[in-house]
């Protein structure tokens, strides 16, 4: 299956007090040729053909203005933080699954992904020649919720590895040649999917996206399925729903879920008209 993007715009937002998202975008600068256009509500404003890039000092999981922006997908360029800090190049939707957000965002309420875009990013990390770096989707988490379709792009790990410039280097080249590749040319995929079960890092569903070309939009890790008043599948409405592209079927993580857990899952997909594959 292809899908011809050619029309679309690009805006990348950049966090200027985040060295990994500051270091990306001054890659983009130097090497890729975006030039300073001015100002946007206080924001510098570089512009490269279909993309424009903005600088802005707010935190990226409550950069709630990208709403306004008038381009029609959102990339985020920020750091990536992992508790075991392994180095890591993430690609993920947003949204909270839960009525408590940590990180900004609405209560139980899921922006739009952008599968294909996040394809694209997923693809060109894979093959950055980086040793010991996870190259790997996240589930959908933090903020923030925004109507247009987005999508975060991630470079970082521990506290060193959010200094190396020339990590951050080789993923703002990943992620600038996968927007050239998304805006410019047929982006080859099987189809477009949700994924429920696993873990934060979804393994299986990475594997998916790079041996079949399976588009993932939202995730739904097993720890967001339940929620201290019993279920969470209230919100596979949203996953599915809120996304660029039509999801097609849904993946579920079999062996990560009890079996009662997956009755409850396959009884809101079968109500929901939306078919499922085991992985």
Known sequence: MTNELGALTIALIYDLNNTPSRNMAERMIVERGFKEKGEHNGMRVFELGKMRMYETGTELVRADFAEELKEDVIYFVCSHFSAAGKPAMTTHPTGNWTANPML???PKTLSTAA???MLCAL???S???APNTDR???ATHHGPTIDKPSLFIEFGGDEKTRQDKK???LAADAFYDSMVDYLDKKVEHS???VGIGGTHYPQKFTALALEKGYAFGHMMPKHSVSNA???NLDMLDQAISRSQEKVEAAVIDWKSMGSPVRVSIIKRLNALGLDYERV
Do not use: S
């Open 123 to 125: 693809r060109h990390i």
């Open 115 to 117: 599968p294909l875009a």
């Open 229 to 231: 008043n019993g279920d």
């Open 104 to 106: 900004g965002g609405k």
């Open 167 to 169: 990590g951050a280097m």
């Open 191 to 193: 189809k477009v999917v």
């Open 136 to 138: 790997v989707y996240e």
């Open 127 to 129: 093959k950055v020649d």
